[in-house]
C-alpha cells in the first residue's frame, strides 16, 4: 500500500516539484559559478609543495544564513501544498474514505517531499562542482566530486531541518498562510541573531582563519553543533505524525 | 434484522460547544436511513463519527461490530462512502482516481471495478477528461461512482443527489432501490427522488435526535396520518378541504391529506357534503415528518 500511495502523492506534487527543481538549479548553479563563488583551492605554491592530487581541497564555499534565506521559504511551501491540512483537507477526506491507514498516508507524503528535494538536491552538486571548476573536471572528472560527500550530508541535515519545521508547521496550523509566515517570521528573526550560522549546517569555518573554510576537518564538528537542531526538527516530526493520526478530518 | 451501525451516548464537542449531545441511535441492516435536519444541526459531523474521520468526545459508536475511529482501514472494506465536501486532487482524471481509490480500498481488480461503478453512473463517457476541466455535477457523479466502489454492505451519502441532473438521480434512486440487501444512510435536503424508498428516518436538530425510527413507527408517534382519498368528485372535495384548512395535494385522480386527525373525520366530513369517497392510510411524506418533529420540539 505504501508504494501506491508514495508514488500517487509524488505524482501529484510534480508541478511544484519542478519549480523546485528549477530553483535548486539556480540557487546552486548560478549562485555559485557566476559572482562571488569561492572554489576552495590553496594556493598554487601550497598545491605544488605537497603534490596534493587535483580536486582533494576543491570546495563550494558559501554562506549558511544566504542558504536558509533561499531555500528555507521554498521547501515550506513545497511541503506545504503537499502536505497543508487545509488545502488537502477535502481530498485528505477522500482518500481516507478508504482502507488506506493514515499513517501510510503520512510516511508517504513525507517520502514524497525528501525525494523530491534532495533529489535535486543531490543532482544540483553534481552540476555545481564541474562548473565551478571545469579545468579540473576535463583533467579528472570524479576527482572534482571529492568533497561532494561530506557537503552533501551537510546539505541533506539543513533539509532535513527545513523538512521538519515545514511538516510540523503544515499539519499543526490548518490555514496555510499560518503554516507559510509563521515559521518563516521565527526563523528568519532566529537567523539575524546569528544562531543559525553556529547551531545550524551548513556553516562552514574558517580553519586555519584567514584561509577559505575547508571540509575536510569541520564536517564532523559541524554535524555536532548541529546536534540539537536535527534532534529538536526529529521531535517535530513525530508530534506531526501522531497530530495527523489523531486529528479530526473537520 | 441485525443492526449495521450502533451509537450509544455520543457526545462531540469542539472547543467546549457541543455538536452533537447524547446521541443514541441504532440502524438496522438493509435499512434505507434517511438523516435530516437544519443546516448546522450536525448531521455531517454524525457521518463524519460513524466513518471514522472524527473521533467521539464521549459515547460509544459501532460500525458493522468495528469501533470506526480505530478500525476504519478495515471498516471501509465493506462500507462505502461520499461526503458533501467530496473533493478530488484536480491534476489526474476521473478514471485514474476512480482506480486508485479503488485501490486504497483494497480491491482486487482495480480497474475493473472502477470501470463496473463509472459505467453505472455514466461517468466513463468523460472520465479521461482532466479533473480540473469538470463541472460540480460531473465531480460529484465521481464520488457518487466512489461510494459503490467494490459494491459495498453499508453506504452512506451526505447530500448525495445536490448538484446531480435527473437521470442520475434515478439512477441512485433505483440502485437503493433494486438492492435491497445493502443498508443506506443518506443526509439530504433533496428527498423528492429518497422518500418513497426511506424505510427510517432520524431527524435532528442542535446536535440532539428529535425523532428516530421506521417511517411507520415515527409517523404514529408524532400522530401524523397520511389519507388518500379517492373520489369521483375531486374538485368538490378538494375545495371542502381547503375551507376547512387542511394540508392537502391532488395527484393523478388522487386527494392526499397529512392530518394528525384521524381518518375516520374527514370521512365523515365528506360524507356530510354528500360526497362518496374511499380513504387509504399511507406512510406520511418524509417532509410532514420532519416538519413535524421540529415543530413539536
Given at each position: ?10 505524482q501529484?506534487g ?13 540557487l ?11 572554489v576552495?583551492?590553496?594556493c ?26 533561499f ?5 515550506l ?6 502536505f ?8 485528505l477526506?477522500t ?41 579540473l ?5 570524479m576527482?572534482v ?12 541535515s ?8 515545514s ?15 509563521l ?6 528573526i ?8 553556529r547551531?545550524?549546517p551548513?556553516?562552514c ?7 577559505p ?17 536535527i ?17 479530526d478530518?473537520? | ?13 469542539y ?11 441504532t440502524?438496522?441492516e ?25 473521533k ?21 472494506k465493506r462500507?462505502?462512502?461520499m461526503l ?14 476512480l ?12 480497474r ?5 461503478v ?5 461517468v ?9 476541466t ?10 457518487v ?9 453499508l ?24 438492492r ?33 425510527g421506521?417511517?411507520?413507527?415515527v ?14 368528485n ?24 397529512e392530518?394528525a ?8 366530513l365528506?360524507e ?18 420532519y416538519a413535524?418533529?421540529?415543530l413539536k420540539?
Amino acid at each position: 500500500m505504501f508504494f501506491k500511495v508514495f508514488s500517487w502523492e509524488f505524482q501529484g506534487g510534480r508541478r511544484p516539484y519542478m519549480v523546485l527543481l528549477l530553483y535548486f538549479l539556480l540557487l546552486l548553479t548560478v549562485h555559485f559559478t557566476i559572482g562571488e563563488v569561492e572554489v576552495e583551492v590553496a594556493c598554487e605554491s601550497y598545491y605544488l609543495e605537497y603534490d596534493y592530487p587535483p580536486g582533494i581541497v576543491i570546495d563550494v564555499d558559501w554562506l549558511a544564513e544566504d542558504i536558509w534565506w533561499f531555500a528555507f521559504p521554498v521547501v515550506l511551501a513545497y511541503s506545504i501544498s503537499l502536505f497543508s491540512y487545509e488545502l488537502d483537507t477535502g481530498v485528505l477526506e477522500t482518500y481516507l474514505l478508504s482502507s488506506v491507514k493514515r499513517s501510510t498516508i503520512f510516511t508517504a507524503k513525507l517520502s514524497a517531499i525528501f525525494t523530491a528535494i534532495l533529489l535535486p538536491l543531490l543532482g544540483c552538486l553534481l552540476l555545481s562542482y564541474p562548473l565551478a571548476d571545469p579545468l579540473l573536471f576535463q583533467h579528472d572528472p570524479m576527482g572534482v566530486y571529492i568533497n561532494l560527500p561530506p557537503r552533501l550530508l551537510l546539505y541533506a541535515s539543513m533539509l532535513y531541518i527545513m523538512i521538519c519545521i515545514s511538516v510540523f508547521s503544515a499539519t499543526v496550523f490548518r490555514k496555510p498562510l499560518y503554516a507559510f509566515i509563521l515559521p518563516t517570521v521565527t526563523l528568519y528573526i532566529l537567523n539575524m541573531t546569528g544562531i543559525f550560522k553556529r547551531y545550524i549546517p551548513p556553516s562552514c569555518f574558517y580553519y586555519p582563519p584567514g584561509f577559505p573554510c575547508s571540509l575536510g576537518v569541520d564536517v564532523m564538528t559541524v554535524i555536532e553543533r548541529s546536534m540539537p537542531a536535527i534532534i529538536f526538527s526529529t521531535i517535530m516530526l513525530i508530534l506531526s505524525y501522531f497530530i495527523f493520526n489523531r486529528k479530526d478530518i473537520v | 434484522m441485525e443492526e449495521v451501525v450502533r451509537l450509544e451516548g455520543l457526545w462531540k464537542l469542539y472547543g467546549g460547544n457541543p455538536a452533537l449531545r447524547n446521541i443514541n441511535l441504532t440502524i438496522p441492516e438493509g435499512s434505507m436511513f434517511l438523516l435530516m435536519g437544519p443546516n448546522g444541526s450536525g448531521k455531517t459531523t454524525l457521518l463524519k463519527i460513524v466513518l471514522g474521520l472524527v473521533k467521539p468526545t464521549r459515547g460509544v459508536a459501532r460500525v458493522l461490530g468495528l469501533d470506526p475511529w480505530k478500525k476504519r482501514h478495515e471498516m471501509f472494506k465493506r462500507v462505502g462512502a461520499m461526503l458533501e465536501r467530496h473533493s478530488m486532487p484536480k491534476w489526474t482524471t476521473g478514471r485514474r482516481i476512480l482506480e486508485y481509490l479503488a485501490k486504497l480500498k483494497g480491491l482486487r481488480e482495480p480497474r475493473k471495478e472502477a470501470l463496473k461503478v463509472a459505467k453505472i453512473f455514466e461517468v466513463d463517457e468523460y472520465w479521461d477528461r482532466n479533473i480540473s476541466t469538470y463541472s460540480a455535477g460531473m465531480l460529484r457523479k465521481i464520488a457518487v461512482a466512489h461510494a459503490f466502489l467494490g459494491d459495498p454492505e453499508l453506504i452512506v451519502l451526505d447530500e448525495p443527489m445536490v448538484t446531480l441532473d435527473k437521470q442520475t438521480r434515478l439512477i441512485l434512486r433505483n440502485i437503493i432501490r433494486d438492492r435491497k440487501d445493502r443498508t443506506y444512510i443518506v443526509s439530504s435536503h433533496v428527498v423528492m427522488e429518497l422518500e418513497e424508498i426511506a424505510t427510517h428516518i432520524a431527524v435532528l436538530n442542535r446536535g440532539r435526535i428529535v425523532i428516530a425510527g421506521s417511517i411507520r413507527d415515527v409517523a404514529e408517534k408524532l400522530g401524523l396520518n397520511r389519507i388518500m382519498i379517492k373520489t369521483s368528485n375531486m374538485e368538490r372535495a378538494l375545495r371542502i378541504l381547503v375551507e376547512k384548512e387542511y394540508d392537502v395535494r391532488a395527484s393523478s385522480g388522487k386527494i392526499i391529506v397529512e392530518t394528525a386527525q384521524s381518518p375516520k373525520i374527514l370521512l365523515e366530513l365528506l360524507e356530510k357534503e354528500n360526497i362518496e369517497a374511499s380513504i387509504e392510510i399511507v406512510e406520511p411524506s418524509v417532509w410532514s415528518i420532519y416538519a413535524k418533529s421540529l415543530l413539536k420540539q
